[in-house]
Structures are given as structure tokens and as C-alpha cells.
């Protein structure tokens, strides 16, 4: 399990349909706008890797969005098989 | 190194608007070049990047010896480029900062990453 | 991964997301970043002396990270590079998992019961064939005192043999003799608090920056507040650590004794003795006789600066210099570590340095000490106070001495006439009695004898044809290539137990996780062993790591490092203790021989009259000042090998690498060996940087990559010993001083040529 917290900067008119998409999306959760433009996020996946890919995804798929800053990172299964 | 806390990019804050060009980098693992690794970091760095080696001989860091690979990591299994605050703290944990009292958001806001020193004052 | 624990993991993700861009998400959630949700358990560094507190960062019973302990008095949350990375050797690759035995040439995975038997059987028949001295236990100044404990009651009072022997021989023997000679007793007076309070360090060889990097830091931190503060720096070669000195003095290797006499006859001339002081607390003596002061200043004319300096090589301006700086501080650390041990002349070495304190009375003060640096984070716990060389017995005592093995074996519960009243062989009379076939089964615990032995290549023979046993938490290294069997260990983190340091900090570490695969306690390891070969009794009531501790400090009680008011309750709670600590309501003692000291103000009245201090392990309580031949290396250089070989540390490296070469990190900063050459010799042998070279001495060649550097001195090289791959110790001498047996790494003679 990979878990990523994120900071998606959105152009400033296209911010609110920009939360819809994301909250539309099963494996994402927001947690508030600020400055306008700034989203908060959670994003949730099997892998540091589909994490990567479901930035990606996000990116390419939702209009509006400018940025998309991973803050946070945690691979916890990762972790264990490393150990 | 704590693998729980991979931070792959935190320089945010005020910046954020003007540094959407750089945004590509955010979402890839960063890699370092492919070179010869038995030769020491600081033997390469010294010089493929001399400036940089001299800020980060001029600091603690420097003067203790702690080399390029305790912030960025090896090189091959593990590299970061930017690296974020957690690795700062897990030295320094008596310097743990609760960053929502301070204007900053993470060390580099204050610290220069090689020298160390106060990007205000010392600029 | 359940809900809770995830849902804590999104909003930790979130509040970090958040704090970035300057938005604080969940009031009191900024904590939490760093706290990461781990169990976090009180330690200590399992590398070198200095005894850093480290805090383990468990979760779900795998060590994940590690950070300084800031309530630890020592490191104060700080930790170097090495420690930093401690917790990526738990889960090294080269972790020895399970019980072997060599048969055929080939390791074969065996049960702990199959292992444990055939080394019971062994043992036992060369025990019963060839008397208990045909057998040895080799052991280590990493291994917790608990550990060396066992071992020392199973070889000298269960086997009933004085070989019993460890790396600390190799490495603070000289200092142990240095502080017996000198004050009576082992081990410093003063802590690491002297060091806020000096006003001048001398350092004598001592890389400090990078063979004790916490305490370089701390003199660094305390000159930076401080800058009236001095630093001299006595030693052949320029290292990191002069970035911080005043004044260095290069003396060619081995020849450093003479400046210390200067600086003495220096001091006395002009006026910077404390003439008080000298008498009341100090006696003169020369190798044959008391002297009087009188005497011993005769014998100092003979080191005027011009001939020390004739000695030396160090200029007679800087002896001089160096002497007012140390007689002008009002206080005065002396550090020093293998550059003055590992000599044939090391525990000399050691008592003129503390003659400069005795004779100035820079003891015994506040910011005042002549302090050797350990390398090893119990060599003091474990084997200097737990007994575990030839000729010592627990707290301090002596094989020696018949109320000594009558007070041991009553604890121990073992007849006294098991425990045999002649030293054993010391480390490198062991290695020989194995290569010629006296010794025929030896114990290796915790270190790695075939790379760290100094001649290393001498002693392999031994290895290979006796039955050799290695208890390790690593595989191969340079020892279990010989081994017949491998013992899987428990490493840090894995065993609860007690660690002492350099400044007789006795720390207690948890047991955080379970030991990786088979892996068991080498203390109960040994228990067991004992067991099988028959020592039942003796051996059966150890059940925990807590009842060989409590055992241990009872036979500390009233001895001069009383360890008494420290048992594991009150160890659990602390950032561990200095003893003498005879009672649990004892804060510990700061200060040896002076007031403070509980031993000090138990003395009688009448002795410690208008004293300052009582070196209460001499019998008239004066310390010695000793006027020592000034005698240089064994090997000096010749035309034949006309360079002064010395040896020594990385930062980043420790030891023969068995735990941080399995660290990328580490591996990176410093990839390989190299021998330092200084440029102008390099020049006139026409040798590049980073050319192959090969070094060689009267024992052995080794063919390494040449770094031309300033560090060493014209007529010096350098090499860091570390690699299994390049060992240096192929090359270095096992000629070893008289007094402490231990051996002369520091200089042999060489030559150098293009490969």
C-alpha cells in the first residue's frame, strides 16, 4: 500500500471542476482549496509506482490542472519487503 | 533514511506559481547519472561541481565530513536530488520545528543546502 | 494495513501536503510528521567509544530508522555519518542466519542442537587430551558486558584457562597500563563534561574528527562559543580534525616520546608546575627507582627543545610554544587514542602525557584530564571492567591476586582452584600458540582476529589448522573463511544489555525486535554451550539478560568502580551512569580521587589532609610521574624501506567494514583503500595520483591505488585499513610493547613502487 499526499495547483478558473474530477475518483481524496488554486490531496494505490502512474494519469486527464507537487510518500509494504 | 517519509519534492510555498516549469520532475523518481561508482561522490563532485563542494566544505556538514550521500543518498539505490526536510530531521531531531508556527515550510526555506547558512542574512 | 492506521497515514500524507504550502490542515497535526507513527526505544551506537545515544524507530517489529537521542548527555541528538546508518546493517545481506558446519571444505546449515554438540564434543576432547590451556576464547570490545561476563566465567572458571583474551588487547591495552601505572587504577579520572570547561586541548594521536566525531563536534561547538579556547595537535600526519587546531607538532612516527619530556622540562623551568600540588599527590620514578623531584628534573635536562626536536623532527620553536600554550591554560584536556597505544612504547606514551597534567595539576578540576578516547563502545564496560583479559578478573581485579579468585569464584559458584592464578596468553602469544598447535580449539566472539591482527597473514596458518569456532552476526568475513563452525549472533537492537563508555558511562539498550532468522544471544549462546560440555550447574540459573547483570555489579560492589547503584531498573530509566555508583539514591560520580568521588569521602580524614586529591589505588595515594626512556619505533625506517608506514580510520568506515560495508551510503563516500603519499615523495619516486602502486614491508605486499596528499609528512604513508580487499594488516607489525602486549599498528617501515 502507497499512500501520497499532494498539493495539485490549478489554473485559477478551472479549480472547482477540478476537485469534482478528483473526488469523483475512488482512490483520491481532497482536503480543501486553498489560495484558490491549491488543492490538497491524498492519493491511494498498491505501489510507489502506480502511485507515480496515477499522478500521471491525473495530470494528463484533468483539465485545469498546472501542478502537481507529491509531498509525502509512504510505501509501507515496500518498507517490509526491503527489510 | 526513513522510507517511510520518501519526500520526492517539498519546495512549494511562495515559489509554487513561478516554478511550474519544473513541474515534470515532480512525479518521476529522480536518477542519478550513470558513472564510475568507485570513485567517491565528493572525488566526482569536486570537479564536475567545485562550487558546491566548496559551499558544503565551508559548513558543518563540511567540517564534520558528512558527505553528499547523508542528504542525497547513494547515488544508485537511492538518490534525491532536492531532498526534503525528514532527512534534515533525523539528525537534528532536537531542531524538530513545527513548521505551521513559522512563516517557513521546511529547512531549505531558511538554510542554504550546502552551506548551511541563512539565505537572508549571509546573501 | 487496518482502516485507523491507514486513515492516520492520509491525513499525515495531507497535513504534510498542507504544511508546504504554508497551511497548518489539522491543528496539532505537525508533530505527527515527524513522529511517523514509530515505537521509539532508547539505545546506544554500537560503533565506536564515544557511546551516542541512539533512539530505535520500531514499527511492526522491524527496525525502520534511527535518530540522535537528544536526552542523551553524550551526543545530545546528534549523531555522525556511521550511527546515522546503523539501522540499515540490521537487515544486511551478509546477516549470518542460521548454525553452520564446515564439512568437507563446504559450510553446511545445521541445527543450533548439531552445532552446539559437535562444539561441546570438540572442546571437551581437547580439553580432556591436552589440559584446558589447549583452549582459547577470543572476544571483543562490542560485545556487551553481559556477553564477555559468560564467556570469562565459562574459559577461566568453568575450562579453567587463562586464555581468555579480546580485541581491546589490540586496541586501549597501552592506556590501561598508561592509567594503572600512573594513578593506580584504570580508566580516566574526569568525563566529557571536562570538555565545555578546557581551555586547551592536546590531542596526541588522535583523528578525532573522524575516529570520534561526536566529541570532535562537541570541542569544535565549544571553541566556536569559545575562541580564547586552543587546540594542539601532536601527531605525524595532518587530518580533518586540524581544521579546528592552533598548533600542530609533526613528529616522525614513533618518536614522539622526547617532546613530551620538553614540554615537562618546559613547564617546570618556567614556573608552570604547581609545586603544591607535586607535594602532596605525586611521587617520581624511573623504570628501577623512586626518584625525587630533584632527580627527575636532572633527568629532563637531557631534553632541552633543540634535542627533542633532534628526536622528533618537530621544530624546537613549536615544542616550546606547544609547552607555555598547556602551562598558560587555566585547564587542560589531553586526548589521545591508537596514535600513543598501538606503539611498542604505548603505555610509556601514556604516562608522559599524564605528566604534564600531574605536574602542572591540571587534574582532577573541572575542564581538566588527561583522557584517553576508546574505540570500541565496550571495550571499557566489557572487557577493561568485565574482566575479559588474560590476566584480569571482573571489576578491575586480577587472575593474580588470591582473594581476587576467591571473591570471583564464590559469586561465580565455582571451585577457586578452577581458576588458575597465571595470566593467560595475551592476544598475540594466543595467535602464535595457535599457529604452532598449543592452542587447538579457540572461541571467537564478535570480531574478526584474520584482518585485524596485526602481520595478519602470519597467523592464518593457526587459523586453518586449529578447530576454530566464530560466533558473528555477519557472513564470510575474513575469520569465518577459517572457521569449522559459525554461530549466528543476535546484533544490536535484537539483545537487551549494557554498554560501557570511555568516560565510565555504564548505558542500558533494549531489545527492540528479534534477532534476524536462527540468530541467538551470544551470551546465552555460550550458556548453552556450556551446558552441553558438561558445566550445568554453573551455568543453568542465567535466564535472562538481568540475572548476569545483577550478578556482575554484586562483585563490583566496593571495588573502585562500584557498579552497585546501577542495576537494570535504574539503567532502564537513565542516560546511563559514571560510576563508582556504590548506591541506587547515587547521582554518579564526576570526578575520581578528588571530593565527589564516594570512594574519595569514605577515606579517612587524616589521609586526605590538605590533599586535593587521594590516588587511593597507590598506596600512599600519590599518582607517579614517570621519567621514561625516550625509545622509538621497533622498526625504525632504513635505506631499504626508507618510508614510515602508519595506519588508521575513515569517518566512514569502522573497523574491517563487516557492518558498514553493507551501507550504500558509506560504501559510496568512501569506495575503496588508498595509501596517502606525500607530494614531494611522490614526486621523487615519480608516482601520479591515483596511480597503482605496491607497498611493501619486510611481511608482505600489498598493491593499492596511490593518493597523492598532503597529509602525511615527507618519509610518511598512510594507509586506511578498513578493506578486506586491500589489508593493510598484511603489511603492519606484531612486535607489541612489553607492558600491555599490544601491538605496534601504528609504525613499520616501508617502500613503495609504481605497480
Redesign the interface.
Known amino acids: ?1 502507497a ?5 495539485i ?1 490549478t489554473q485559477p478558473d478551472k479549480t472547482m471542476h477540478v476537485l469534482e474530477k478528483l473526488n469523483e475518483m475512488e482512490n483520491v ?1 481532497t ?2 482549496v ?2 484558490d ?2 488543492i ?3 492519493f ?1 494505490a498498491n505501489s ?1 509506482k502506480s502511485l ?1 502512474e496515477m ?2 494519469e491525473i ?1 494528463e486527464n484533468i483539465e485545469g490542472i ?11 509494504d ?3 519487503k ?2 | 533514511m526513513r522510507k517511510l517519509f520518501i519526500v520526492l519534492l517539498m519546495l512549494v510555498t511562495a515559489g509554487l506559481l513561478v516554478n511550474l516549469t519544473s513541474l515534470k520532475n515532480a512525479q518521476t523518481k529522480e536518477k542519478h547519472p550513470d558513472v564510475d561508482f568507485s570513485v567517491s561522490c565528493v572525488e566526482c563532485h569536486t570537479e564536475v561541481t567545485p562550487d558546491v563542494v566548496k559551499d558544503w566544505k565551508s559548513s558543518k556538514h563540511g567540517e564534520m565530513n558528512f558527505g553528499c550521500y547523508m542528504c542525497h543518498g547513494d547515488g544508485q539505490q537511492e538518490f534525491y536530488a532536492r531532498p526534503g526536510s525528514q532527512r534534515c530531521i533525523s539528525c537534528h531531531p532536537a531542531y524538530e520545528v513545527d513548521f505551521s508556527k513559522t512563516k517557513a515550510s521546511n529547512c531549505f526555506d531558511c538554510h542554504q543546502g550546502h552551506t548551511l547558512k541563512f539565505h537572508k542574512t549571509d546573501e | 494495513m487496518s482502516i485507523s492506521r491507514r486513515e492516520f497515514l492520509k491525513v499525515s500524507a495531507a497535513a504534510t501536503a498542507a504544511s508546504t504550502i504554508g497551511v497548518s490542515l489539522l491543528p496539532g497535526m505537525q508533530k505527527e510528521l515527524f513522529a511517523d507513527g514509530l515505537n521509539w526505544h532508547k539505545s546506544v551506537c554500537r560503533f565506536c567509544g564515544v557511546g551516542c545515544g541512539i533512539m530505535i524507530g520500531e514499527k511492526n517489529g522491524k527496525v525502520v530508522a534511527v535518530k540522535g537521542d537528544v536526552k542523551n548527555t553524550i551526543n545530545k541528538g546528534h549523531l555522525c555519518v556511521k550511527g546515522f546508518y546503523l539501522h540499515k546493517v540490521v537487515y544486511a545481506k551478509t546477516r549470518l542466519l542460521h548454525p553452520m558446519i564446515k564439512k568437507n571444505g563446504k559450510f553446511e546449515r545445521v541445527s543450533w542442537d548439531e552445532a552446539l554438540d559437535y562444539v561441546a564434543k570438540k572442546f571437551n576432547q581437547i580439553r580432556k587430551q591436552h589440559g584446558p590451556d589447549a583452549l582459547a576464547f577470543y572476544g571483543s570490545g562490542q560485545a556487551e558486558t553481559e556477553e564477555t561476563y559468560i564467556a570469562n566465567k565459562l574459559f577461566k572458571g568453568a575450562i579453567g584457562t587463562n586464555n581468555m583474551e579480546g580485541n581491546p588487547r589490540l586496541c586501549m591495552a597501552s592506556a590501561v597500563g598508561g592509567y594503572l601505572t600512573s594513578f593506580g587504577k584504570d580508566e580516566p579520572a574526569g568525563t566529557y563534561a571536562d570538555i565545555e570547561k578546557a581551555e586547551l586541548f592536546l590531542l596526541v594521536g588522535s583523528n578525532t574528527a573522524e575516529a570520534h566525531p561526536i566529541l570532535f563536534e562537541r570541542i569544535m561547538r565549544h571553541k566556536a562559543k569559545n575562541p580564547d579556547v586552543k587546540i594542539i595537535i601532536i601527531d605525524p600526519r595532518k587530518t580533518p580534525t586540524d581544521q579546528v587546531a592552533d598548533l600542530h607538532l609533526f613528529p616522525k612516527p614513533g618518536w614522539d616520546l622526547a617532546i613530551l619530556h620538553a614540554m615537562a622540562r618546559i613547564l617546570i623551568k618556567e614556573g608552570y608546575a604547581d609545586e603544591n600540588f607535586i607535594k602532596q599527590s605525586v611521587n617520581f620514578k624511573d623504570n628501577k627507582k623512586n626518584l625525587t623531584y630533584e632527580e627527575y628534573k636532572q633527568f629532563l635536562e637531557q631534553f632541552t627543545p633543540e634535542k627533542a626536536a633532534q628526536i622528533s623532527g618537530v621544530e624546537p620553536d613549536k615544542i616550546v610554544k606547544a609547552a607555555r600554550m598547556f602551562g598558560k591554560a587555566k585547564t587542560a584536556m589531553s586526548m589521545w587514542t591508537m596514535g600513543l597505544n598501538q606503539r611498542t612504547r604505548g603505555v610509556w606514551a601514556n604516562n608522559l602525557v599524564t605528566n604534564l597534567h600531574l605536574i602542572t595539576g591540571k587534574i582532577g578540576v573541572p575542564g581538566s584530564d588527561s583522557f584517553s578516547l576508546t574505540g570500541q563502545p565496550n571495550a571499557c564496560g566489557g572487557v577493561r571492567e568485565g574482566g575479559g583479559l588474560c590476566h584480569l578478573l571482573p571489576a578491575h581485579r586480577s587472575v593474580k591476586n588470591p582473594k581476587h579468585r576467591a571473591e570471583v569464584a564464590k559469586v561465580w559458584g565455582v571451585p577457586v582452584s578452577n581458576i588458575q592464578p597465571k595470566p593467560g596468553k595475551h592476544t598475540v602469544a594466543m595467535f602464535e600458540a595457535l599457529n604452532k598447535g598449543e592452542i587447538k580449539g579457540i572461541y571467537i566472539m564478535c570480531t574478526n582476529p584474520a584482518q585485524s591482527l596485526p602481520n595478519a597473514s602470519k597467523y592464518w596458518k593457526g587459523l586453518k589448522e586449529q578447530f576454530v569456532v566464530v560466533a558473528e552476526s555477519f557472513f564470510p568475513t575474513a575469520t569465518t573463511d577459517y572457521a569449522d563452525v559459525v554461530l549466528p549472533a543476535a546484533f544490536w537492537s535484537e539483545k537487551e544489555g549494557v554498554y560501557g563508555c570511555t568516560e565510565r558511562r555504564s548505558q542500558y539498550m533494549e531489545q527492540v525486535i528479534k534477532p534476524q532468522g536462527e540468530a541467538r544471544w551470544d551470551a546465552f549462546i555460550l550458556r548453552d554451550l556450556a551446558i552441553k560440555m558438561g558445566f550445568k550447574k554453573y551455568f543453568e540459573k542465567y535466564k535472562t539478560a538481568e540475572d548476569i547483570w545483577s550478578e556482575y555489579i554484586s562483585l563490583t560492589k566496593g571495588t573502585d568502580m562500584d557498579l552497585s547503584g546501577a542495576p537494570y531498573s535504574r539503567l532502564k530509566k537513565l542516560r546511563g551512569i559514571t560510576w563508582p555508583v556504590p548506591s541506587v539514591d547515587h547521582p554518579g560520580t564526576y570526578k575520581r580521587y578528588t571530593k565527589g568521588d564516594p570512594i574519595f569521602d569514605a577515606l579517612p580524614a587524616a589521609k586526605k589532609k590538605g590533599r586535593r586529591m587521594y590516588f587511593y589505588g597507590k598506596p600512599d595515594g600519590k599518582a607517579v610521574v614517570w621519567a621514561r626512556p625516550p625509545k622509538g619505533p621497533e622498526e625504525p625506517t632504513d635505506a631499504e624501506y626508507p618510508l614510515a608506514l602508519s595506519t588508521g580510520r575513515v569517518l566512514e568506515h569502522w573497523h574491517t567494514m563487516t557492518m558498514t560495508g553493507t551501507v550504500p551510503e558509506l560504501v559510496r563516500a568512501v569506495p575503496k583503500a588508498y595509501v596517502e603519499i606525500n607530494p614531494q615523495d611522490a614526486k621523487k619516486m615519480g608516482i601520479e595520483d591515483k596511480e597503482q602502486v605496491i607497498v611493501e614491508t619486510r611481511r608482505g605486499k600489498l598493491k593499492i591505488e596511490a593518493r597523492v596528499i598532503d597529509r602525511p609528512e615527507p618519509g610518511t604513508i598512510f594507509i586506511p585499513w578498513h578493506w578486506k580487499q586491500w589489508m593493510a594488516n598484511i603489511l603492519t607489525i606484531d612486535a607489541f610493547d612489553p607492558g600491555s602486549k599490544e601491538p605496534e599498528y601504528k609504525v613499520c617501515a616501508a617502500k613503495i613502487k609504481k605497480a
Do not use: C, D, K, R
Open positions: 500500500m499512500i501520497a499526499g499532494v498539493v495547483v481524496t482536503y480543501g486553498h489560495n488554486v491549491q490538497i490531496a491524498v491511494e510507489s507515480e499522478s500521471m495530470q498546472m501542478a502537481l507537487y507529491p509531498a509525502y510518500v509512504t510505501t509501507e515496500e518498507l517490509e526491503l527489510a
